[in-house]
């Protein structure tokens, strides 16, 4: 068993790369399935959600090459299977693309239940909704889901909650379907856009992503034989910048899209930290002093991420004065406060809001990831704390950070993984 140990105390100075965005990434590689033809994709992470993902598309007749290790070649033309390996796709939450993906080529897929973060209940009923409203018909039973169609038709698709996975799913589904499906209240986090931008460029037609009205117009076949580039990763940049403001540090985020960034340089700014944008895709953030309080809700993009309400939390757990954070979109993303607590943290946390009293400092413990960015969350605490903090659970941060060590101790983390 892995674990990272961490001497706190730090200030993180220097400069970070950004990669590629994992939830693009991850919908990206099944997208390859509607392909007919051989496709490149630049700006991979290197990360275990990605390797997951390329051998379940293996197993189904694809042939993948690492032309290196954030460049594949991708050539989906001679699939062999629709019936995904049920014990790798129960491994990651993302594997639902598949069903998206192997219904819009082959109309016909069987994949095992999707596994990932345990953030509470993660229904997929909305993905159901617009399958069956192209025409499929679905199955759940016995920890899988089926679902086959004679056709593919164009339909209009209200969505009930925001769901990237459900807007991504049908844009899949629906890309080589006969006519024009549109969807109602859809999701428009810039990963959305990323698999729209991928699917264009491999021949499809859709438009409107990053608004909540998206339209696609089916089309006979994607062409492929194009090379596509990931976009930078806005949860590991936002990771960094609320890193920066927590270590009271100075880093400059290379390789984002500052623009994905407003709703977190807008918290950062009001806790009394830094930003500055030095081009549309450098920023710098320093803190000087102890961060304030605040007042956080998460919410679908342009809202403030879910995915970095736990690394915000790091930030708050040390400010001046009494802050709280409503959690909108997961029922169970608190459970890293427990570890806050046992490293001095003064949180409690009840359903989806939790009020932080701010301490002084952090004291290192040892703490125990319980999903992927409460590991990240715990990493950021260990940096400021005093003392030794060793963190458990490694499996949750290597699906989604590349080289997260790595990185940090280039920017002054004093930051080991030890094999135990
Ligand atoms: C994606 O999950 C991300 N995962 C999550 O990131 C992220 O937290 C989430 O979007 C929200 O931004 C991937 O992209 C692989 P949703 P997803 O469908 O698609 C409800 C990380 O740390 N809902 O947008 O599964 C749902 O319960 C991970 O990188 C339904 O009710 O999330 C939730 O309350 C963790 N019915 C809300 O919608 C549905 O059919 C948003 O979920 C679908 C969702």
């Known amino acids: 068993m892995d674990k990272l140990v961490i001497t706190g105390g730090t200030p993180l100075k220097g400069e970070v790369n950004i990669s ?3 939830n693009a990434a991850v919908a990206i590689i099944p997208a390859t399935l509607l392909i007919d033809g051989v496709c490149t994709i630049e700006n991979i992470p290197n990360i275990s959600d990605i390797k997951i993902s390329c051998n379940i598309l293996e197993k189904l007749g694809a042939k993948i090459h690492w032309n290196d290790k954030n460049t594949i ?10 019936k995904a390996p049920l014990d790798m ?38 993905h159901i909704k617009g399958f069956e409203l192209l025409g499929a018909n679905v199955e759940v039973s016995q920890g899988k889901i089926s679902a086959k169609a004679k056709k593919l038709t164009g339909n209009s698709i ?38 729209a931008n991928f699917l264009n460029t491999m021949g499809a037609d859709i438009r409107g992503a ?17 090379t596509y580039s990931v976009v930078p990763d806005q949860i590991e940049a936002g990771t960094f910048m609320l890193a920066a403001v927590a270590s009271r540090g100075d880093i400059t985020i290379k390789n984002c899209i500052t623009k994905h960034l407003d709703c977190v340089t807008a918290k950062i700014l009001e806790v009394g930290a830094h930003v500055e944008a030095i081009d549309g895709d450098t920023l710098r953030v320093w803190c000087n002093k102890r961060p304030s309080k605040a007042i ?34 997961w029922e169970s993303r608190f459970q890293y406060t427990a570890e806050l607590n046992k490293m001095g943290a003064n949180i409690t946390a009840q ?7 701010g301490v002084d400092k952090l004291t290192g413990a040892p703490v125990y990831s319980t999903d992927l960015r409460a590991g990240a969350a715990l990493i950021i605490a260990g940096i400021i704390a005093d003392g030794k903090t060793e963190v458990y659970n490694l499996e949750h941060i290597d699906r989604g950070y590349e080289n997260i060590e790595e990185k940090f101790r280039n920017l002054g983390a004093h930051i080991e993984r030890v094999t135990e």
């Open 351 to 357: 359903g989806k809001s939790a009020v932080f009293e």
């Open 158 to 195: 209200y969505m009930d909650v925001v769901s990237v996975g459900a807007t991504i799913n049908i844009m899949l589904s629906a890309v080589l379907a006969k006519g024009t499906t549109t969807i109602d209240n859809a999701a428009k986090e810039p990963h959305v856009v990323d698999v």
């Open 89 to 126: 796709t129960r491994k990651f939450r993302a594997s639902y693309y598949l069903i998206g993906a192997l219904l819009g080529r082959c109309h016909d897929v069987e994949v095992g239940l999707p596994g990932g973060c345990n953030l509470g209940p993660r229904p997929i009923d909305q």
């Open 210 to 226: 990053g608004t909540d009205i998206i339209k696609i117009n089916g089309v006979e076949r994607l062409h492929g034989d194009a």
């Open 73 to 82: 070649t991708i050539d989906s033309r001679n699939i062999t299977s629709t």
């Open 20 to 22: 590629g965005a994992k």
């Open 296 to 329: 956080i809700k998460t919410l679908p993009y342009p809202g403030f991420p879910t995915d970095l309400q736990p690394q915000i939390g790091v930030v708050l757990s040390t400010a001046k004065g009494t802050s709280i954070i409503n959690e909108s979109i």
